[in-house]
């Protein structure tokens, strides 16, 4: 029947104007593309220096043909297994899978994966070849430890983009939608991938979630408060307390500057920070800023002295007392450690307590960080850094996404490309997209310094503001909050902490991950964590003979905190009475996008 005049777009209209659309993108695409051609802007040809890598790899494998050969047959043997199971569902009869995926593998959960048997067969199998890749190169022999780890890490990285569950063709879930919506899906996905293009400049920058969904200080970081020192580096966020008596002593959290603070003031319901303050302290939040090229120069003793330092000064000014008990998370707690080993130099001892969520000081085993640090590549860094004086926020949050790809990559490829449908609107990805830009001069040491050749812990081997310093001469009291699966900071790593400080530390386990183990409210009842009040060398040994306890380690921070928190006051407002205040909070700083 033919449209009435009047009458609104026919199914046909919209498919037009949609590719319309899309051939105007895919123009300027191209155009972005040739352009880049012919300024050089191409980078290296390996910027990962991954070829070098798997070249030494496949020279070690042919050394040993036999092992090479001895592999292979049990390929082939667990496929002959995998053929005659499956010939047996194919007949009727029941059989027992021949291989199945990890516990938490979200990738196969549509019920065509076990309910159909050919799909139970494409499944078994890319299954059975990746476990036998991965698993083959581990076992090659000869390589040192930093090729061992590239290969392995870029092996998993090649088989995770190759499951079918990434493919039109082998994925049951994209097929029946494809069937269903007469191929409209994979349009809309073309126009999504072509969005993400366009506003990754070329570069694949995936959205995760609707941003339009959430606005900083509107329905995210909202609880209430005040700017009430500001600098080029940070906005210093004082909170107003719900408790007529406070704390003497005020806290201090000071958050990654690779992200926004606010991944500690998500919602009402899970914010640390409004916890915080009705548990009685008198909550202060260093806001870092989202620097450009103007701060290139500021460097990791800058980040210090400008800072914690800075901060302590302007607490102090606004509660007239001159200790502070201080948190430092991820990045934020490295720095921590290394100011207070400073201050310890210096005799300073504002600090009356220091914790620390989820932060390296020792480097020797960085976890899968460490395959993006070699000097090819920190000499890359250098040099892009050199043209911009800065390092992009989405270069870090890419490799961030990589130690994750199936959750923080690969899902979204088949929700937003292949299915053809808008992201989950959701706060935490939406704090994870948030991420900020690194001045040249300070990336560049912490890069070197830290990661690559792990001075922090050397005593001497770092010095700030022409001081060296040492964590052996901290004497804080300091409690070590780690999560069991962290992948950004392993917990057998942070446990170095016990052995390092020379005053009393408190090291906790915490259940999950970087994030979700550190945001853990009481109210979820969720995760659990460990304590011990035995120190052994081993961080082995510290679990075998650890407490479990169930719900959240927030209660257990909450009683060790209390004792170097002293005695209550009439609760502070803030700004009052040495501090203007500036701006309400969230503050200018943290509204300062990469993108």
Known sequence: ?????????????????????????????????????????????????????????????????????????????????????????????????????????????????????????????????????????????????????????????FVDAMAPTNFVMTNPEVLRATVETRGENLVKGLGNLLDDLERGKGRLHIKMTERDAFKVGVNIAVSPGKVVFQNDLIQLLQFAPTTEKVAKRALLIMPPWINKYYVLDLRPENSFIRWAVAEGHTVFVISWANPDERLASKTFADYMLEGPLAALGAIEKATGEKKTNVIGYCLGGTLLAATLAYMAAKGDDRIASATFFASMIDFAEAGELSVFIDEEQLAFLDERMSKTGYLDGADMATTFNMLRANDLIWSFVVNNYLLGKDPFPFDLLFWNSDSTRMPAAMHSFYLRKMYRENKLIEPGGISLDGTPIDLTAIKTPVYVLSPREDHIAPWMSTYAAVRIYAGPVRFVLAGSGHIAGVINPPTQKKYGYWTNDAKPDDPKDWLATASEHAGSWWPDWRRWVGRHAGTEVAARTPGDPKLAVIEDAPGSYVAVRSD
Do not use: C, H
């Not at 009458?7 to 949609?18: C, H, K, M, Y």
């Not at 083959?136 to 092996?155: I, N, P, S």
């Open 1 to 157: 029947m033919a449209d009435q005049p009047g009458s609104g777009p026919t199914d046909a209209d919209q498919l037009t104007e949609t590719m319309a659309k899309i051939a105007a993108q895919s123009q300027r695409l191209v155009a972005e593309f040739v352009k880049r051609q012919a300024q050089g802007d191409t980078g290296p040809i390996d910027p990962l220096n991954v070829g070098t890598a798997f070249m030494d790899l496949m020279a070690k494998m042919m050394a040993d043909p036999m092992r090479l050969a001895k592999a292979q047959m049990e390929l082939w043997g667990a496929y002959m297994s995998l053929w005659q199971t499956t010939t047996n569902r194919l007949l009727g009869k029941e059989a027992e899978p021949v291989a199945e995926p990890e516990r938490g593998d979200r990738r196969f959960r549509d019920s065509a994966w076990s309910e159909n048997p050919v799909f139970d067969y494409v499944k078994q199998s890319y299954l059975l070849s990746s476990r036998w890749i991965v698993d083959t190169v581990r076992k090659v022999d000869g390589l040192d430890d930093a090729t061992a780890k590239k290969v392995d890490f870029y092996t998993r990285q």
